[in-house]
């Protein structure tokens, strides 16, 4: 509710949530609040990652900082600016994709276009390449 009364139009903005939280203890303190008793009761299931989930979220890249409000906790993330021309040919790319692509098409599209960007699932390959290759129109000037 602070971050909207705060916004002025097209802010990210980033939250400071305190110290980090680990889940079997939230899960335990939600048991235990319920008035039940943990492995009694009800049993937690450990199942570990699913494909895509994270250990923990890194919500801003190193070229990206926070600038502070009038709320301590609240900040706006200062981001980079979007190359509009790289973000339409790419757009254009998936809309052909969608039509005739394979899975391992889109992520290397994803690669080319966010360059911090690196699957983490262990079933795609670690895709590299070299800077303007992706969008040869782009660095020559042309469309």
């Known amino acids: 509710i602070q971050a909207g009364a705060l916004g002025q139009g097209g802010e990210v903005f980033v939250l400071d949530m305190g110290e980090p939280v680990k889940i079997m203890d939230l899960a335990k303190d939600l048991i235990e609040l319920s008035g039940l008793k943990v492995g009694q009761d009800i049993e937690i299931k450990i199942t570990g990652l699913r494909p895509g989930e994270k250990l923990y979220e890194e ?10 409000t009038e709320h301590e906790r609240i900040f706006i993330a200062k981001l980079e600016e979007v190359d509009e021309q790289k973000l339409n ?6 809309v052909q994709l969608f039509r005739t692509g394979k899975a391992s098409d889109y992520i290397r ?3 080319e276009l966010v360059e911090t960007y ?7 390959p670690t895709l590299t390449l070299v800077k303007d290759e992706a969008y040869p ?7």
């Open 59 to 68: 919500l801003l890249n190193d070229n990206e900082n926070n600038l502070a």
């Open 89 to 94: 040919l790419a757009l254009n790319k998936f």
């Open 109 to 111: 599209t994803l690669v």
């Open 118 to 124: 690196q699957p983490q699932r262990d079933n795609v």
């Open 137 to 143: 129109e782009i660095a020559s000037g042309s469309e």
